[in-house]
């Protein structure tokens, strides 16, 4: 029996999810929606970005004015419509779930079998989006953290710096602060260059490709601070808790006056009350998801205190995201120190 209308038009609404997020990042990564925002028509899009494809802008859009994300009135004038500025105010998460981790979702189906290879990813738009999500909610969360150590810090070691936000906010907050920015991917290592590059603390930040214990075992300065902002659940999920161990240890004995502060997920995935919240089905849902695919590990916050105790340390404090902004309670943030003996 020839399935209906009404019921075909159900079932594909996730399929009108998966294109539209898709375009969303597609008109973000190529600066669109600044056109559109300013007021263009289809001649002038094309004129003005050197290099589009007229027929295949048409298409996008078309598209875009059919999912009402841009107006186009009599005269084929094109504007950004409120909900496409909405779209904008989230613009990160697109530039990480869509940019970094679209490829990944699409290729998970091939990489369900035990000792498949982990599936891929774009590591620059998966440091760029992180980092840039962080201006909402991590870094607000780092800062709150900070406050309550009364320290005026001289060195920062960001350890898996991403797009290098943190250093040059975090340098911004502490006049007399130097930072390096430690990261394995070559592609976000070219983004935290160039952003860093354009920021006013540019002269007192750089940004080197390693690995956090390639780092440490360089001898490299000593920090009297340090952050590792959703990188620790990489660690272990590459170098197993063994790593986890031996980086905390490392960090510790090069700088044992070191202030570490450590922000990641509160593993809450198979909590079925806590994933009816609607950010965690419009977001964290997807995020816990790819995480076992990629070679990362998500744990529990019980889990990460308790490893944090067995390594000889402290929590000086935690905190988690302010709930104005996300009030699931799954991102946590800790200040840790060595443990007085």
């Known amino acids: 029996m020839p399935i209906q209308e009404r019921v075909l038009t159900d079932c594909l609404e996730p399929f009108k999810g998966f294109v539209l997020s898709s375009m969303i990042f597609a008109m973000h990564r190529h600066g669109l929606d600044e056109d559109f925002e300013r007021g263009t028509t289809l001649e002038e899009l094309v004129a003005s970005r050197g290099g589009l494809d007229r027929a295949r802008t048409a298409a996008l859009v078309d598209y875009l004015a059919a999912a009402q994300v841009i107006a186009r009135d009599p005269g084929g004038r094109l504007t950004l419509t409120p909900l496409g500025r909405r779209f904008g105010e989230a ?18 189906g091939e990489h369900l079998g035990q000792g498949s290879p982990p599936a891929p990813r774009v590591g620059r738009f998966v440091g760029s989006g992180s980092c840039g999500i962080s201006m909402h909610d991590s870094i607000p969360l780092v800062r709150k953290l900070l406050a309550t150590t009364g320290r005026d810090y001289r060195m920062l070691v960001d350890l898996g710096c991403g797009s290098g936000v943190y250093l040059t906010e975090l340098c911004r907050d502490h006049p007399r602060m130097r930072a390096v920015g430690i990261e394995p991917d070559a592609a976000a290592v070219e983004a935290a260059r160039e952003w860093v590059a354009t920021q006013p603390t540019a002269d007192r930040v750089r940004v080197e490709q390693a690995g956090a214990l390639e780092w440490l075992a360089s001898g490299a300065e000593r920090p009297d601070l340090a952050v590792l902002a959703f990188v620790i659940h990489e660690v272990l999920g590459q170098e197993g808790e063994e790593g986890v161990r031996r980086l905390l240890t490392e960090l510790f004995e090069a700088a044992p006056d070191l202030d570490l502060v450590i922000v990641d997920i509160d593993l809450q995935s198979s909590d079925e009350a806590a994933m009816k919240h609607p950010l965690a089905q419009n977001y964290y849902n997807a995020y816990y998801l790819m995480h076992p695919f990629t070679r990362q590990r998500l744990e529990t916050r019980a889990w990460w205190e308790a490893l944090f105790a067995d390594c000889g340390l402290e929590i000086a404090a935690s905190s988690l995201t302010d709930p104005a902004m996300d009030s699931t309670g799954m991102e946590v943030g800790w200040l840790l120190r060595r443990r007085a003996s």
């Open 91 to 108: 613009r990160p998460w697109y530039e990480m779930m869509i940019g970094g981790y679209g490829i990944t979702f699409l290729e998970l």
